[in-house]
């Protein structure tokens, strides 16, 4: 069964449409708006292994916020949508990725329980165009709408690009060990309780 999703959504603010396949291989077509955020998504896909498409038009001419948020938004519900029931996968990833003087750690539960514990600070205030405040923001977004908890760290790091790519890198790895498919679960679902 292939474990994909297509979403779109439209407000006052932002017109996204968004396909993810969990069972991709790295594969991603972004188009935000915010060339940072494109890079970082596109990274996002590649180290997760997720074939990732979305087209994004915004009120950039306001700021960044919405947009950023909304695919954040976008991308938690198409996520919870591949998953469907859950069964089989391993619930549980973390990674902890290097990036030059940086080292970023993400750990996810896939639980149905939304959370974001964000450890994150950086040395400025924007990375080219995009407030660095954003990132939070989208990643508060994913997590509340796939229902995951997430929890991101900073270990070590000053360069503020080289900060955002690992925990872009960290969680997309996390991400693909747990929504990855466990031999010895069989199709249970990984939790006492019977449901995620």
């Given amino acids: 069964m292939a474990r994909t999703a297509t979403i779109t959504r439209t407000t006052s603010e932002t017109d996204i449409r968004l396909t993810l396949n969990l069972d991709g291989t790295g594969v991603g077509d972004i188009s935000t708006g915010i060339g940072f955020l494109d890079h970082m998504l596109t990274s996002l896909a590649r ?9 994004a038009e915004g009120d950039l001419h306001i700021d960044d916020h919405h947009t950023t948020e909304d695919v954040g938004i976008v991308l ?4 919870r ?4 029931e859950k069964r ?3 619930r549980f990833g973390s990674a ?3 990036m030059d003087e940086t080292l970023a750690e993400a750990a996810i539960d896939i639980s149905g329980r939304p959370f974001l514990a964000w450890n994150v600070d950086f040395e400025r205030p924007k990375i080219g165009e995009m407030d660095t405040e954003l990132f939070e923001e989208f990643f508060r977004a994913l997590a509340f709408n796939a229902l995951i908890t997430l929890h991101i760290t900073r270990r070590a790091g000053r360069n503020a690009h080289h900060v955002a790519e690992a925990c872009f890198k960290a969680t997309a790895r996390a991400l693909r060990m747990a929504v990855e498919f466990d031999p010895r679960v069989g199709d249970a ?8």
């Fill in 96 to 98: 902890l990725i290097p």
């Fill in 189 to 196: 679902i990984p939790s006492t309780k019977g449901a995620l």
């Fill in 81 to 84: 949508k591949a998953l469907g």
């Fill in 47 to 55: 180290h997760g292994l997720f074939d990732l498409t979305v087209h």
């Fill in 88 to 90: 089989g996968i391993r």
């Fill in 76 to 79: 938690g519900m198409a996520l």
